[in-house]
């Protein structure tokens, strides 16, 4: 695929940039492990950034509009109240429990993780302990219209989605007299989803930023519902996204900023892919969201990940083959 036309940004929104750049705000080139900082979809007067944001959403069309406002009344729906006498059950049992809870009030997956303090936003706090994280997938054919303001749509519809799967387990499991709070998207506090997605081995980070799932490729939104249930957390697992992504040029060619670099980079401690903040940005604003990258991501075409799957598989086999003499040699030494 050949690199999208270089695209320069509108003066009326050049004009609303900070002095700071978002990615000083990311952490790019830190080699310390911190808690990340409140940049966008956070309270606009609270960042930086957030004259930008008011004029994203001062653009908005009609049709992304009415998904948003589909999107309210999710967040309007109340919780389950808390049952009067908390039911007991094993770590194993309750993981069982909430998975199924999920998938029955409409995630695509779920997987458990433990959270870790270098999720949760600097200025807020997670106090549970656990964090189950639902994936719910986007439509493909309104997806891959991106950026046109119906994936943006579709994008809203599926933040709403998300969380209604998540606030149906939180309610599932306040009948069980257990708190739990849901979190959903885009609004991003008060804890990263990603990482936890990872860690609840629902996937591995591709290089346009999002997570890759071996069945639902990188189509889809996350949710999560935050509990101090005893529960088991899921392994983090690889499958050959990364190397994959390493070996692939779809989204960088593709995206108009040129955002998406080809190396990983140095982000708050830790060397993985990154997407430039100062470039996707401003054209996001300006489309009402994008999904270019995730348009082209080859794991998103219809009925392609599975065959994906199966050649990274026989490449590892062959990978692992090509070594075992090598180590059984240098053993014999």
């Known amino acids: 695929m050949k690199r999208a036309t270089p695209w320069t940004p509108s003066a009326e929104q050049q004009a609303l940039w900070p002095s700071i750049s978002g990615n000083t705000i990311n952490g790019v080139g830190e080699g310390a492990v911190r808690r990340p900082s409140p940049i966008y979809w956070h309270a606009p007067d609270a960042t930086p950034h957030g004259r930008l944001q008011l004029w994203f959403y001062g653009r908005m069309t009609p049709r992304v509009m009415a998904a948003r406002q589909e999107r309210q009344a999710i967040i309007d729906e109340p919780l389950a109240p808390l049952g009067d006498a908390p039911v007991e059950r094993s770590p194993a049992e309750w993981s069982r429990f909430v998975k199924a809870a999920a998938l029955a009030a409409g995630a ?71 708190d739990a709070v849901p979190q959903g998207g885009p609004m991003a506090y008060p804890m990263l989803m990603l990482p936890a997605a990872i860690a609840a081995g629902l996937g591995e980070l591709g290089k346009h930023g999002s997570l ?13 519902v935050l509990t101090d249930l005893p529960l088991v957390p899921d392994a983090p697992i690889a499958f050959g996204a990364d190397d994959f992504c390493a070996r692939c040029q779809a989204c960088t060619n593709a995206c108009p900023p040129a955002a998406i670099t080809p190396e990983k980079q140095l982000v708050r401690g830790v060397r993985r892919w990154y997407v430039d903040f100062d470039r996707c940005l401003p054209f996001f604003n300006e489309h009402q969201g994008c999904g270019i990258c995730l348009s082209v991501c080859p794991w998103n075409h219809p009925g392609v990940a599975p065959n994906l799957l199966q050649k990274l598989a026989r490449r590892r086999e062959r990978e692992y083959a090509a070594a075992a003499p090598i180590a059984d040699a240098t053993a014999a030494d």
Do not use: F, M
Request: hydrophobic letters at 40%; glycine letters at 8%.
């Open 108 to 178: 695509d997956a779920v997987g458990i993780a433990e959270v870790q303090p270098e999720w949760v936003y600097e200025g807020h706090e997670v106090t549970q302990r656990y964090a189950i994280v639902l994936c719910v997938a986007h439509d493909w054919e309104a997806l891959r219209t991106a950026p046109e303001d119906t994936a943006a749509a579709e994008v809203i519809r599926q933040y709403g989605r998300g969380l209604k799967a998540a606030k149906g387990l939180a309610s599932a499991i306040r009948r069980e007299g257990h």
């Open 212 to 224: 890759i799932n071996p069945s639902l490729g990188s189509n889809l939104r996350l949710a999560c």
